[in-house]
């Protein structure tokens, strides 16, 4: 049973050993962990190509899956990195199982509240300074990623890692459902 | 051919009036929209069950759609909307035709660089002021949004709009690239 791991660990200064770790973990459950890597690319390509060049290998180490388990702590904002949402729907669509967790407690409409405002506009619509409207779905990120994991059946792990990305408390409880779901089928 | 428009237009204060507005857009090339719309959902759910639903609804549109047009304009922040990121990716999985636009001009290493630093850490690796690496691929955003829109043979359309969800200059030469997809076919 092959597990993807979704996240901005990637982006970590101590990337490699954050993903060993999570590798470990996986491996201690009896699974086996398909980390993302960027190190076998051509470097001789252009930059526009090596992008392109990753993304066909995450892509196909998400068609090798069988399930995700996505890291959607907050990434230089209020919501999930937007690679991960990506890869998060790319898992949904193909009818994997998805498991995620976010290492910040706050709901994302508390998050916006406190970095960009939420104010009734007078409809009973919440909106921020800029007047996009809040969404008050006692979610923990925008409800296409909350909403897809839970009408799939896994329960969005909420951990209060302080919103740091390399905490593995929230990532080992995803893991604990993982391994419930793999003793189930 | 129905063409799902993905995109945080939802948000804005004048949402119906802009989805309109390229519905009509659509209309007039001869494919028929599918716009998000949280207006059906039964309001005396709970909030959570209400952005369930909503996730549901959105999901059987683009199960029936045969491509997406997605707004990749940043949200919040350096980078896309994480809803639209789920369903790019959600559209890709499932082989649908995929097309995206943006309404900034700005790479995204650019972005990263004015809001959050972008310095070379010695290694060759651009990293902002938190130490997160800073893709510098030459593109619109996250490698997985761009890669995977580039890959499948759309052309990420870059407009110079400021930066505004609601200009429908990038939304009309994406879809100029939709009637030729479709019309190739």
Request: net charge negative; aromatic share 6%; proline share 4%.
């Given at each position: 049973?092959?597990?993807?791991?979704?996240?901005?660990?990637?982006?970590?200064?101590?990337?490699?050993?954050?993903?060993?770790?999570?590798?470990?973990?996986?491996?201690?459950?009896?699974?086996?962990?398909?980390?993302?890597?960027?190190?076998?690319?051509?470097?001789?390509?252009?930059?526009?190509?090596?992008?392109?060049?990753?993304?066909?290998?995450?892509?196909?180490?998400m068609n090798?899956a069988?399930?995700v388990?996505?890291?959607?702590?907050?990434?230089?904002?209020?919501?999930?990195?937007?690679?991960?949402?990506?890869?998060?729907?790319y898992m949904a669509a193909q009818g994997k199982?998805?498991?995620?967790?976010?290492?910040?407690?706050?709901?994302?409409?508390?998050?916006?509240?406190?970095?960009?405002?939420?104010?009734?506009?007078?409809?009973?619509?919440?909106?921020?300074?800029?007047?996009?409207?809040?969404?008050?779905?006692?979610?923990?990120?925008?409800?296409?990623?909350?909403?897809?994991?839970?009408?799939?059946?896994?329960?969005?792990?909420?951990?209060?890692?302080?919103?740091?990305?390399?905490?593995?408390?929230?990532?080992?409880?995803?893991?604990?459902?993982?391994?419930?779901?793999?003793?189930?089928?």
């Amino acid at each position: 049973m092959k597990i993807y791991l979704a996240g901005p660990d990637v982006f970590l200064p101590n990337a490699a050993e954050v993903l060993a770790a999570k590798s470990a973990l996986v491996h201690g459950a009896g699974l086996t962990p398909l980390a993302p890597g960027d190190a076998q690319v051509d470097r001789s390509l252009s930059r526009f190509d090596q992008g392109c060049a990753i993304s066909e290998v995450d892509e196909g180490l998400m068609n090798r899956a069988d399930a995700v388990i996505a890291n959607l702590t907050p990434f230089r904002g209020v919501s999930a990195d937007p690679g991960t949402a990506f890869e998060l729907g790319y898992m949904a669509a193909q009818g994997k199982a998805v498991f995620a967790y976010t290492n910040d407690a706050r709901p994302l409409t508390d998050r916006i509240r406190s970095a960009l405002g939420a104010d009734d506009d007078g409809s009973g619509q919440l909106r921020d300074r800029d007047g996009l409207a809040v969404e008050n779905f006692a979610m923990a990120d925008n409800l296409m990623l909350h909403g897809g994991v839970a009408r799939r059946g896994a329960t969005l792990i909420v951990h209060d890692g302080g919103g740091q990305i390399a905490d593995l408390g929230g990532f080992t409880q995803a893991l604990v459902q993982v391994v419930a779901w793999r003793d189930s089928l």
